[in-house]
């Protein structure tokens, strides 16, 4: 099984749409919890880390299920900005990348 | 500006050409780590650092040596290169291992 599991996508949305991504990853002893963008070809930066009660940034919320071993990353009002790929990482002793999900919201 | 410097950012060579990719990093972090990225792969960590003269290898060690004599640089040397280390790479820093990475913008290189 995969430390992280992420649907590759794309997802197609339409600008103002509202979407949401899911990951799963298989070490319940991971601590911290991250969501990184990466733009086409660019390196990855940090989005968000995700908290055990869930935190909203803007348009973006970010959830943690540990009996489930899943994090969710749910985008509001989507820009043509956002699109990218989201990489899900949960953290025990080192940071383990997901290989992404992809989002394209157009016009 | 706080950043992570790598060069060359695209490279092409031919395979057994001994090359070094250099990393530098401003914001005084302990922990630095390389990565490559492949399509359908993901980010796979390559040999990472916890301190000056302290490196451990990774997933995908092999064909790569790294070396960490000053807190700022981390650089990434393939004795003899192959064309299965084509690939987009990224070194990263961080004050602990397992908080908030900041990567390098890349660097694509090509093994011919």
């Known amino acids: 099984r995969k430390e992280v599991e992420q649907d590759p996508g794309p997802f197609n949305v339409p600008e103002g749409a509202t979407v949401a991504f899911n990951c799963t990853y298989s070490?319940?002893?991971?601590?911290?919890f991250f969501w990184y963008r990466q733009d086409c070809r660019k390196e990855p930066k940090l989005l968000m880390s995700?908290?055990?009660s869930g935190n909203e940034d803007g348009r973006f919320t970010a959830q943690l299920n540990r009996a489930s071993q899943y994090i969710s990353l749910l985008i509001r009002d989507s820009k043509l900005s956002d699109s990218a790929t989201y990489l899900c990482?949960?953290?025990?002793?080192?940071?383990?990348f997901g290989t992404g999900t992809r989002l394209l919201v157009s016009p | 500006e706080a950043q992570v410097t790598q060069n060359p950012r695209y490279l092409i060579t031919v395979t057994g050409k001994k090359l070094t990719v250099t990393c530098s990093q401003n914001?005084?972090?302990?922990?630095m780590s390389w990565y490559r990225q492949d399509p359908g792969l993901g980010l796979r960590q390559i040999y990472y650092?916890?301190?000056?003269?302290?490196?451990d290898k990774g997933d995908v060690p092999e064909g790569y040596k790294v070396s960490r004599k000053e807190k700022r640089n981390f650089p990434l040397i393939l004795e003899s290169p192959s064309p299965n280390q084509t690939s987009l790479y990224f070194c990263?820093?961080?004050?602990?291992?397992?908080?908030?990475?900041?990567f390098g913008e890349g660097s694509r290189l090509t093994v011919l």
């Open positions: 990263a820093s961080s004050f602990t291992q397992a908080g908030e990475l900041f």
């Open positions: 070490n319940s002893a991971s601590q911290s």
């Open positions: 995700v908290y055990s």
């Open positions: 990482v949960p953290s025990f002793q080192k940071l383990v």
């Open positions: 914001m005084n972090h302990e922990y």
């Open positions: 650092s916890m301190n000056v003269e302290v490196t």
